[in-house]
């Protein structure tokens, strides 16, 4: 498995940002659409692309096309707030959903939603979960994908902890990851340290 740590300098100021306690939920809201932005130009920099020629008003230009199909799948409910970031380079892309939830006392990952776009095979998929804690609904996710086709897969999180990195290796090897931060650890309930706290609380304001 390959995991791609986004050093550019902008995604760590962003970062910042939504770590603060004191960023209210429509500023964060904000950040995690740009930062979700600059992980998705990087998680899709070797797309496939096909030579063309376009006319400007001066005359013929050559250039590239993104030529593959491009799926993203967010993960209810945090997820929703990278999707629209995503569709916002890749406006074609087709989007998935999955809904999954993790139970207060035991952060064990149950589904209650599925639903994606057909025929996966040949797609660039773009799983889109912005905590990687203990991996538990990534895995809950890549499974579902590979069981329905998925292939090609890419998990994109604002914040992982080493825990679910490496259960995403040892389950998903070949997923790759695209994440700005390997934190130090979770702590007893479960959430990353220091993290940002509840992603999908503090998006929709439910603390
Ligand atoms: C959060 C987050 C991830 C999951 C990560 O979702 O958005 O999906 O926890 O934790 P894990 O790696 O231990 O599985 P949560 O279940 O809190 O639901 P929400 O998005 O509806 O807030
Ligand atoms: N989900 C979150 O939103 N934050 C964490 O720290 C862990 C899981």
Redesign the pocket.
């Known amino acids: 498995m390959a995991v791609h740590l986004i050093e550019h300098p902008v995604v760590h100021d962003v970062l910042c940002a939504l770590r603060d306690t004191t960023t209210r939920p429509d500023v964060f809201r904000q950040m995690a659409r740009r930062i979700s932005l600059l992980l998705a130009a990087e998680a899709t920099r070797d797309l496939p692309s096909r030579a063309v020629t376009v006319t400007t008003p001066l005359g013929p230009a050559q250039g590239h096309r993104v030529s593959t199909d491009v799926v993203v799948v967010p993960?209810?409910?945090?997820?929703?707030g990278m999707v629209e970031a995503v569709l916002e380079i890749l406006p074609d892309a087709r989007v998935g959903h999955i809904?999954?939830?993790?139970?207060e006392h035991t952060?064990?990952?149950s589904q209650y939603y599925a639903k994606f776009p057909g025929n996966l095979t040949d797609s660039v998929v773009l799983l889109v979960?912005?905590?990687?804690?203990?991996?538990?609904?990534?895995?809950?996710?890549l499974d579902l994908l590979t069981q329905t086709g998925a292939r090609n897969l890419r998990l994109l999180c604002i914040v992982s902890?080493p825990?679910?990195i490496a259960?995403v290796e040892a389950r998903h090897p070949h997923a790759h990851i695209y994440t700005p931060v390997i934190d130090e650890g979770?702590n007893a309930h479960?959430f990353?340290v220091p993290g940002l706290g509840?992603?999908?609380?503090r998006?929709?304001g439910?603390t």
Not at 75 to 80: H, I, M, N
Not at 99 to 103: I, K, M, N, W, Y
Not at 198 to 201: E, H, I, L, S
């Open positions: 993960v209810l409910r945090a997820g929703l809904g999954l939830q993790r139970d952060a064990v990952a979960d912005p905590m990687l804690a203990t991996g538990g609904s990534a895995i809950a996710a902890a825990e679910g259960l979770l479960k990353i509840d992603f999908g609380d998006l929709y439910t």
